[in-house]
């Protein structure tokens, strides 16, 4: 029952759920920070989908986004193009290629410090402006699993439980290799990590009854938008 409630509460599918209500809030604030920018405004979304930014930006006329993900895929829209890449290297883009770099709840999927923090020199290299949003590792229920601290149990224990328990959006992965490996796969960020990653940043805070349930870091738009 609790853990069908958080499901509920974390389904970004869900219009009403607070996932959701928070994305729209979040996108509010990106649409008033690129209302000024001149159009067209070329995009580059890391990890993106066409899904999302029809649902979560509305109205993308003027706008040209490009799409990269690790996996192909064929655009439906002629807003959007779609490119294969790795974020902490992309070297089919010039540096100041795009007006924006958007990434949404990516940047704790790449890897250790180290991989994060290649793919935050990348963002910065290929965008004049950017907006990246990545969860709290302090807030009480870990956004993927959805058990409350599972960030904070030792590795053992974790792998143990998405070995035994299906977990938030995760089936149960009986293979302790492969179990593992999905583990690991995640680095919830603080907000001095993210702050860090992007010094040149602003680092807004989204809220749930007072508590800090991500971060979003926004940098090179007008100084009256911000």
Same mark, same amino acid.
């Given at each position: 029952m609790f853990f069908s409630l958080l499901r509920k509460i974390a389904d970004n599918s869900a219009e009403t759920s607070l996932a959701s209500r928070l994305r729209m809030r979040r996108m509010r604030i990106f649409r008033a920070l690129a209302?000024?920018?001149?159009?067209?405004?070329? /995009?580059? +979304?890391?990890?993106?989908?066409?899904?999302? %930014?029809?649902v979560a930006f509305g109205d993308i006329s003027g706008l040209e986004i490009t799409l990269l $993900?690790? #996996? @192909?895929?064929? @655009?439906? +829209? @002629?807003? *959007? #193009?779609?490119?294969v890449g790795d974020a902490r290297s992309m070297p089919q883009f010039s540096a100041q290629q795009f007006d924006?770099? *958007?990434? $949404?709840?990516? /940047?704790?999927?790449?890897?250790? %410090? =180290?991989?994060? %923090?290649?793919?935050?020199?990348? /963002?910065?290299?290929? &965008?004049? =402006? *950017?907006? !990246?949003?990545t969860p709290n590792k302090f807030f009480p229920i870990e956004p993927h699993f959805l058990v409350p601290g599972f960030q904070f149990l030792p590795l053992a224990v974790r792998v143990a439980m998405v070995r035994r328990w299906k977990l938030g959006w995760w089936p149960r992965i009986p293979d302790k290799a492969a179990?593992?490996?999905?583990?690991?796969? /995640?680095?919830?960020?603080?907000?001095?990590? !993210?702050? #860090?990653?992007? @010094?040149?940043?602003? !680092?807004?805070?989204?809220?749930? *009854? &007072?508590?800090?349930?991500?971060f979003f870091a926004y940098s090179g738009f007008s100084s009256s938008a911000s």
């Open positions: 209302a000024g920018l001149p159009r067209p405004l070329k /995009i580059l +979304d890391v990890g993106g989908t066409e899904e999302f %930014w029809k $993900n690790v #996996k @192909p895929a064929s @655009p439906v +829209d @002629p807003h *959007f #193009k779609c490119v924006i770099v *958007f990434s $949404n709840s990516v /940047i704790e999927h790449v890897g250790d %410090w =180290n991989q994060q %923090w290649r793919m935050a020199v990348e /963002i910065r290299r290929v &965008g004049k =402006n *950017f907006f !990246v949003q179990a593992q490996k999905e583990v690991e796969s /995640i680095r919830l960020l603080t907000k001095a990590e !993210v702050q #860090k990653l992007f @010094p040149d940043a602003t !680092v807004g805070v989204e809220r749930f *009854f &007072g508590l800090a349930k991500s």
